[in-house]
Each structure stands twice: as C-alpha cells, then as structure tokens.
C-alpha cells in the first residue's frame, strides 16, 4: 500500500512538472508541493517503521521456535516454576523422566516429586533461586512408577521488569552417572581393601633405573617403612637390601626385565625393627610394541616359609636332642669324604660309638636325665676331634665319627683313646654325678670297606667286641670279626626255632646239707642240644637269647618242666626236694612276671614253698622301687627267693634289708681259690657271717674239693652244691642218684 501511494505521489509530481510551479507563499503549487514531500516523507519513514516491525517479528518468530525446538526437544526435563513452587509448564523429557501426564505435574508444586530426604534441602535451594541465586544442586526424586532417581537440577530466576517472575528449571538424570561413579568408587576401595589387607606389597617402577613409582601401604607393615620413604629415596632402598643379595638380585632382574621375561625371585631386606625379611617378588615385565615401559610386581613376605624350611632341613639333617648330624647327614657326608680320599689316596677312619649300660641308667633316673647325658656325651665328643671331622648321632645312644686325612690308623686311636680319657670324668645333671663310660668300634677306608655299608657293619663289629670284652674300651676291626658276627647270626636262627623242635633239655645239680648228708634241693639249669651243634654251651645261648627277647619263652618253659619234674619226685617218695630256678633280668621285667609264675604253679601242682627263684643283684638295680614289690608278691605266694652270685654286683646291704630274700649264694669266683686267695676266704667268710646274722640260708656253689668243703664247713656253711658232690645230670640220673641213698656228709 504505501508503494502504491507513493507511486501516485510521484506521479503527480511529474504530471505537474509540465507546467510551471508558482511557488509564492500561499499559492496553491507551494501547498500542494509541501504537502506531497510531507506525504512522500511519511510514507518513506511509514514504509521503514514497517519494515523495521516486520524484520523483528520474523527474528523473534525464529528465535520462538529455536527456544521451543530447544524446550521440546531437550532430552533433560525442563520446566517453569511460579513463586510457590508449582509447576508452569513442563516438556515432554520432564513428562516421560517423571512419568506424570502434564495436568497431573501441574497440579501440584515440584516439590511433591522428591524423595522425603531432600525436600528440606531442595526448597532451600529454591528459596536461593527466588532471592535471584542461581543453584545447581543433586537430588533424588520420585518416579510415579515408585523407583528413585537422582537428577542434577539448575534453577535460575525469570525476571518481569526487575523482579523474579518465576523459575526456570533444567533436572538432568545422573542415576547411570551416578551408579557408575559408586561402581568406580567401590571398585578403587575393594582395590584400595585389597592393597592394604592382601598379605603383600604391590609396587610399579621404572625399568631402566628400578626406581619405586608406586608402593602400597603394606610395605609398612611388613618391612617398617613407609611408601613415600621408598618412592622418594631410591638409594635408601637399595641401602636395605642385605648385602649379600643385592648384587644378585639386580643383576638378575636387569636381565629379565631387558629380555621382557616375566619372573620371580627371592632375596632378603632389613626391616626397620632390624629383622631380616625374605621376600619373594614376583615381576611383571610391561612391553608396548615389543618394547619394556614398564614393570611392576607383588613383594611377598616369605620369612616364615624360610625359617620353615629352615627348621625342616635341621630336622632332616640334625639331630633334634644334640643338633649334632643325624645318620642322613653323615651318610652323605661319608660319600663325600670316602670318594675325596679316593681321589687323594689317604685313610678315613670311621668310629661307631655306644654308651655303655645306657638302657639301666634311662630306667633307672628317667628319659630326661638320659637325653641330658646324651647331649653332655655329645659336647664331650665334639672337644675330641678337629675342625673338618664331623661327630654325629645316630639314633639312640649310638654316635660316629669320621676322621679324614689320616697319615696313619695311629690318629684314630688317638682319638678313641682321647674320648675314653674324656668320659672317665663325671657328668653332673640335675645335681646328679653320673658316671658313663663307652665302647668304640674303628674301621678303615679303604682297607676295611670301600662303601659305606662295609665301613659301618665293620665298626659295628668292631664296637661290639669291645663290649664283649668288657666294656670302656676301643676295637680295631679284624676280618675275624665278621666271622663271628655271621655265627652269631646262624646261632640265634636256630635258636628262635630250638623250643618249638624241643631241643631244650634241663639238666639239675644237686643241692647238698653236708651235716646230715642230705639232697635237700637240686637248680634247674638249661641245655641246648641241636642236632648239628651238638650241645651248646650255656655262656654262648643264654647272652643272646637275653638279647633277643627269646629268654621269656624259654624261661617260662624253663619254670614248667622244672616244677613239673619236682611235682613228680615229690610223687616219687621225695617230698620235701626243692627245686631252684634262674630268673633273668629280662625275665624280672615282664609286666606279668607274677602272674605267669602263679599260673605255672597251678598249672603243675607244685606247693610254692618248694620252688627257688633266685636272681641276681644286677636284675634288681634296673628298678629298685618296682623289684622291691614283685619280690613282696612272689613271696607273698610263698616262693623262696635267693640272692645268687652274691658279692659280685652292687652288694648294697641296704637292699639286703629290703629285699624279701631267703638264701644268699657265695658265687663260685670265690669259692674256686679260697684255700689259697686271702682276699677270696675274706669275702666267703664275710658272706656267710652277714648271712647268718639276717637269719639267712647260704649256700656256696663251686665246691669242688675236699678242702673247700673243709673249709666253707668250718665257717659255718653248711649248704653246697658243685662238682665235688656232682655234677649236673638230666633228670632220669637224679633218679638214680636219689634212689641209691648216697648221702654227702662231712666228717
């Protein structure tokens, strides 16, 4: 329209140029031209005022629709608030986060939609954005379904000339944000747990210098030192390492770490208290194209595995009571030093020792004053030989000795020689002086063995010797030796099968009363007659059946045939015939010793006052306390017990008073030379003083002269027995010697 009227005025204009103007004041063309240049004027500023609207309108139109393309599409919930909280306006993100139709948000205030926690601190937040305070705040809020969300929310003030008209809000859903970061959170706590719970340190360095780059805080714990002290002071640390490691450790880990081989390795450090610590570390070489970056590791304390082990290889190795070397030990070190003089051509000797009489004193004073004997022994011995010998226990109160580099079999008897001076001397334990002495078996490599075998069953043979000759003393192997240790092996395997094939017989000696002339008794003794052997000697059967064990069986046969055999001169016409019988030490500590002899009795019917036990002093020393009430208890059965051999054990008139003993026997030792020994007479006749004055019998055995009986009959003996009235004779010559009325008085 207004190009249209402004065409027209123009036109006008031209139309009127084709006249002259007269433009007097108050002429018609003056008002006319002033008028249309007013008219064009206004329809020019008309037109731009126009323009200028219209330009504006189009831009808040678009910039309308920028803000509503903004508000719908948003994918946060956006809305507007009025000053009490209640909900304007609300787009469709808002709708579907919270699950509310719009009339049903906008039926109440926002604040219907947080959860009861936070509504305190959500309207503070709110009263900040009405005063013009612009807030960005976390919340958890409702779902009309019931679940929560937690949603970030930024409220900020709409102003209407000057004032807050109203809020306008964003709320972004952050619960997937949020669980996520409590996922992160509690995944670096489980890690920062496991850190510092795990029985380990983790570290992570520098591959190139081994610097810490990280340490976690266990290092604390098990080594005292904190993991900042480490990181920053790497001269410290390696100051830390034990000395004796530290080159080996460094050298090793530079070379598989430069190789990008993962490993292990374990080296020792001081800890801050001054422990020393064996760790165990295990390497992980980091590689990024095939080259090293980096490299980290978990640092295991295994002190306690070490000392372990430790232990364990002592007790494979040593022995426990002494820590002296067990028998592994000085076998292998044995091999060793047998195939060192093998190279060198020299002389090893090897020693087998063994306390003599060890067993008595163990039961006697008890497993701990004997195992501190054992190790006083093993001190003794260690004084005794040089540095580079090796002195070891071998089970029981058995030791060895290895003595290398020998010039000649000379220096082993030195040593021997040295170790009986050395035990001559007492050992004070508990307050107690012991007395020990022992026997010493020698071979040699190589003359007496070349293995080990050969070099021991030959010291054993050896040691075994000397005790046979009397204890205390030292025996260089001979290849008789052997010889006789492999009869001994053939005696006793016939021997174990002697009882069951009946090859036991039991010959009896004559026990006379020379003042009426009289056999009042008769000792059962034992006889061995083998079919090859023919008959052997008691002195070579009865040691080792008493070392064996086979002396119970055979004792209790022993027991049987003899009371069977009075019961039957009883029967015979011979009534008051006694019968004694030897009871061995093994024997007296069977645990029913009692109760066998008891049985026996009843078995045979034998009345007890017509069966001898005798024993020894040495079978009553074992146990003192314990003999003292079986002897009570046999007696107690009615049994006579006699004391034999008397004078040539312990002779302890103490326990004379307190043994339940009936008959003392002079042994034959004295006996044999005491018409022509004074010192023989003295003890006989001391004997049968002292038996005489405790109300006694005594009885002499070894009579075997006329001067003998002269002279034991003219101190008062009046009992005997012995080859000068007769000697043992099997039973059916008994017979005939009681049937004949041979009488054997003194006149």
């Not at 055999?565 to 019968?579: E, F, I």
Request: with cysteine; charged share 20%; aromatic share 8%.
């Amino acid at each position: 329209m207004l190009t249209i009227l402004s065409g027209y005025q123009v036109f006008l204009l031209v139309q009127h140029s084709s006249r002259e103007w007269v433009i007097a004041r108050g002429s018609t063309d003056f008002y006319w031209l002033v008028a249309s240049g007013t008219m064009l004027l206004a329809i020019f500023f008309l037109g731009g005022a126009l323009n200028e609207q219209l330009t504006t309108r189009n831009r808040l139109f678009k910039e309308e629709q920028a803000f509503r393309s903004l508000y719908e599409h948003n994918p946060d919930a956006v809305y507007t608030l009025d000053l009490n909280g209640r909900v304007l306006a609300s787009n469709p993100a808002c709708l579907t986060m919270m699950g509310y139709a719009e009339q049903e948000l906008a039926s109440g205030t926002i604040f219907q939609t947080v959860v009861p926690e936070d509504v305190d601190r959500a309207r503070r937040h709110f009263v900040q954005a009405v005063n013009g305070n612009p807030q960005t705040f976390e919340l958890t809020v409702l779902h009309k379904a019931g679940h929560q969300m937690e949603v970030l929310v930024t409220n900020v003030p709409i102003y209407a000339d000057g004032e807050v008209a109203g809020i306008f809000g964003i709320a972004k859903n952050i619960t997937a944000q949020k669980a996520a970061e409590r996922e992160r959170s509690l995944s670096t706590q489980k890690y920062q747990d496991l850190l510092e719970t795990i029985e380990a340190v983790v570290w992570e360095g520098n591959p190139e210098t081994f610097q810490y780059l990280f340490i976690s805080p266990q290092s604390l714990k098990i080594l005292g030192y904190t993991p900042e002290k480490l990181i920053s002071d790497h001269a410290f640390w390696q100051s830390k390492v034990h000395p004796d490691d530290f080159e080996m450790m460094m050298s090793y880990c530079k070379q598989e770490v430069a190789a990008g081989r993962n490993h292990e390795i374990e080296y020792r450090m001081i800890a801050a208290d001054g422990r020393t610590v064996w760790l165990k570390d295990y390497v992980t070489v980091v590689q990024e194209n095939g080259v090293v970056t980096g490299c980290r590791g978990i640092m295991v304390d295994i002190t306690a595995r070490k000392l372990a082990e430790e232990r364990l290889e002592h007790i494979a190795y040593y022995d426990v009571l002494t820590s002296l070397p067990n028998r592994t030990l000085f076998e292998d070190r044995l091999h060793l030093e047998m195939a060192r003089s093998r190279r060198h051509s020299q002389k090893l000797a090897v020693l087998l020792l063994d306390i003599d009489r060890f067993k008595y004193i163990n039961d006697t004073l008890g497993h701990g004053l004997g195992d501190e004997l054992i190790r006083a022994v093993a001190e003794r011995l260690q004084t005794c030989v040089r540095e580079g010998d090796t002195v070891s226990r071998i089970g029981g109160d058995e030791f060895t000795l290895i003595l290398p580099d020998l010039r000649s079999p000379q220096a082993a008897v030195a040593v021997a020689q040295m170790i009986l001076q050395k035990m001559t001397a007492p050992f004070v334990i508990a307050q107690t002086e012991l007395y020990a002495t022992c026997s010493i078996g020698i071979s040699f490599f190589p003359d007496d063995g070349t293995d080990l075998q050969a070099l021991m069953k030959n010291a054993e043979s050896a040691m075994y010797r000397a005790k046979e000759r009397g204890r205390n003393s030292y025996q260089l192997y001979t290849t008789s030796m052997n010889e006789d240790a492999m009869q001994k092996l053939s005696l006793e395997r016939y021997l174990r099968k002697a009882l069951g094939l009946d090859e036991f017989v039991l010959f009896y000696q004559p026990q006379v009363n020379v003042q009426s002339g009289e056999i009042f008794g008769v000792e059962a003794l034992l006889r061995w007659k083998h079919p090859i052997l023919g008959m052997v000697s008691p002195a070579t059967f009865i040691p080792l059946a008493e070392e064996t064990g086979l002396i119970v069986p055979i004792g209790e046969w022993v027991l049987k045939t003899a009371c069977a055999q009075v019961k039957r001169w009883h029967a015979a016409g011979y009534p008051q015939l006694t019968v004694a019988v030897n009871l061995s030490a093994r024997q007296f500590q069977q645990e029913d010793l009692v109760e066998m002899v008891e049985r026996v009795l009843e078995e045979t019917g034998v009345e007890p006052q017509f069966l001898e036990l005798e024993i020894t002093e040495s079978v009553t020393m074992h146990n003192v306390e314990r003999a003292i009430v079986i002897l009570h208890e046999l007696t107690n059965l009615g049994i006579r017990i006699s004391l034999d051999d008397f004078g040539t054990g312990y002779s302890s008139l103490s326990y004379l008073k307190h043994f339940p003993i009936h008959t003392l026997k002079i042994d034959q030792t004295f006996v044999r030379d005491i018409t022509t020994d004074a010192d023989d007479a003295a003890i006989a006749t001391s004997v049968i003083a002292l038996a005489h004055s405790l109300n006694l019998q005594v009885v002499a055995e070894g009579v075997e002269t006329e001067e003998h009986l002269r002279y034991l009959a003219a101190q008062g003996c009046t009992s005997m027995q012995g080859y000068h009235f007769s000697r043992p004779l099997p039973a059916p010559e008994i017979d005939a010697l009681l049937q004949s009325g041979k009488t054997f008085c003194y006149k």
